[in-house]
């Protein structure tokens, strides 16, 4: 794989696709920090699901923002788009509860359309709606913000199909000149404007909202990446906080490496849950009881003789790793992915590709969202220790023999940034003095934002409180009652959760 993993997040009845085909008007003429007149938006539920949720009405505007923070008066701005859903039973209003999916690169207009379809399909619940309006916005570069889009199609198929491991000297300088190829594509279309697309210069974006909405106060709701971003907020603006939530914690001290190593261990980890479950009920697995044999024999197979599908794609090696990953985000996802190897054997791709498109969010016109284009424009400008391809070509070595399915691959997929020709802006990574106490909540099998990562955010911002839920896959609320109840109880009510409280898996 080309690129870094996505960790986003949406509840797991969300159609494929960014709703980028949607966009808002834009009105960057306004003064930074100010908003357009709301105006009605019933269009973006129809177009991402069909209809509205019954009850809840759709507002929609533009928050204009300086395109650098750190010269607010240099006249260019960035149109951020907001999306405001607020429920008919609201009643005693809290405020509004900003929320951000991760990525980074996922649509937070899309994801809050999801959210309000209430707690029965993966959505909010109704504690929290009829309390809160909700917010959701696509931060600078994502989606209908003034999205980056700088990867061709035939460039982002051939990331995703070249082997996550290539071994030989050939496979791997095949992937460095792909890397070279979309850096140098990305450089010469935004130039100096890179380095505006940091986590520093989105998170002043959300004060910029907070003023918009009309919050004396931030309440925030922040999945993976939106921890990183919820994180550097309230280390610039701690005072300006209500209450925050970060589910899926980032740990901003981590180097690159690091971070990347970090999800090579994850992945790891919840892929060897998976083969545990299948061993274990092996009625739901055709693959048991050796998924892990399976998966990595139909790795091998893919190499050598890739199955045809019917859109004229082979489904390389490359696009079972990508379907291997999109099925650990979700404990929901097992099963699919033991029935998609096990008709890959058959001779029939199909399941793989449904599994690595939703996850790279290809459309079956073979374009995709900006998704990994923001991920990438993002992580890179946030970094400012890339290895070398001599260092990741050493790092390839040694992470396979660690972990075997992942680590290769998470290696590899540093090779974006080593190239990558924008200045760099890196994030914060101390205590968020000033700011009220801060909840980070993390999942003990969660992949692409590893359990350890919890309590390392929560120690930095020097104000946090650990919750944990002892489930599968990535990000817990509103996973169960239990996550909750505590999260609500804080977020409306502010009481923080009992110390070292561990929710169940069911």
């Given at each position: ?173 095949s992937l460095v000149a792909l890397n070279k190829k979309i850096a140098n594509s990305c450089g010469s279309k935004y130039g100096d404007q890179l380095v505006t697309f940091s986590t520093d210069q989105a998170a002043k974006d959300m004060d910029s909202i907070r003023t918009a909405v009309g ?40 180097t690159y490496v690091q971070g990347s190593e970090s999800q090579a261990k994850g992945f790891e980890r919840a892929f060897t849950n998976f083969t545990a479950w299948c061993k274990a009920t092996p009625a739901k697995c055709p693959i048991a009881p050796d998924a892990r044999k399976a998966v ?207 929710c169940p898996a069911k």
């Amino acid at each position: 794989m080309v690129l870094t993993l996505a960790g986003c997040t949406v509840p797991t009845f969300a159609p494929d696709g960014s709703g980028e085909d949607a966009p808002f008007a834009k009105s960057t003429s306004a003064a930074p920090g100010t908003s357009t007149d709301w105006r009605s938006c019933d269009d973006v539920p129809r177009d991402l699901v069909g209809r509205g949720a019954t009850g809840m009405q759709y507002d929609c505007a533009d928050v204009s923002v300086p395109r650098d923070w750190n010269d607010p008066q240099g006249g260019e701005t960035y149109g951020i788009s907001v999306i405001r859903i607020r429920s008919a039973t609201q009643k005693n209003r809290i405020g509004s509860l900003l929320i951000n999916p991760g990525g980074p690169g996922g649509s937070g207009v899309d994801t809050a359309v999801y959210l309000s379809y209430g707690e029965a399909l993966g959505g909010l619940p109704t504690e929290i709606t009829d309390k809160f309006d909700i917010i959701g916005f696509d931060p600078r570069g994502v989606g209908r913000s003034d999205p980056v889009k700088c990867i061709d199609s035939t460039d982002q198929d051939a990331s995703f199909a070249a082997p996550p491991d290539p071994v030989s000297q050939a496979d791997f300088d095949s992937l460095v000149a792909l890397n070279k190829k979309i850096a140098n594509s990305c450089g010469s279309k935004y130039g100096d404007q890179l380095v505006t697309f940091s986590t520093d210069q989105a998170a002043k974006d959300m004060d910029s909202i907070r003023t918009a909405v009309g919050d004396p106060k931030l309440t925030y709701l922040g999945w993976s990446y939106g921890t990183l971003l919820g994180a550097t907020y309230a280390q610039q603006f701690p005072t300006s906080i209500r209450a925050m939530v970060l589910d899926g914690a980032v740990d901003p001290k981590q180097t690159y490496v690091q971070g990347s190593e970090s999800q090579a261990k994850g992945f790891e980890r919840a892929f060897t849950n998976f083969t545990a479950w299948c061993k274990a009920t092996p009625a739901k697995c055709p693959i048991a009881p050796d998924a892990r044999k399976a998966v990595t024999d139909a790795m091998a197979a893919a190499a050598k003789n890739p199955v045809a599908y019917s859109d004229g794609r082979k489904a390389t090696s490359g696009w079972v790793f990508v379907a291997v990953i999109s099925s650990l985000y979700s404990e929901s996802g097992w099963a699919t992915l033991a029935q998609a190897v096990a008709g890959l054997k058959e001779g029939n791709a199909k399941g793989i590709f449904t599994l690595a498109d939703q996850y790279a969010e290809r459309k079956p016109d073979g374009s995709y969202s900006n998704l990994f284009d923001a991920n990438l424009a993002v992580n890179c400008a946030d970094t400012k220790d890339a290895p070398s391809v001599e260092e990741v070509r050493k790092l390839q070595g040694e992470w396979r023999t660690k972990y075997p399915l992942f680590g290769a691959a998470l290696a590899v997929g540093m090779l974006p940034c080593t190239f990558w020709p924008g200045e760099r802006d890196p994030y914060p990574a101390s205590t968020a003095n000033g700011a009220p106490p801060i909840v980070v909540v993390g999942t003990t099998g969660d992949p692409a934002t590893p359990y350890e990562n919890t309590a390392d955010l929560a120690s930095m911002l020097g104000v946090g409180h650990v919750l944990t839920w002892e489930g599968e896959g990535h990000t817990a609320y509103p996973s169960t009652k239990c996550i909750v109840q505590a999260v609500d109880g804080y977020l409306i009510g502010l009481t923080v959760p009992q110390e070292g409280l561990r929710c169940p898996a069911k």
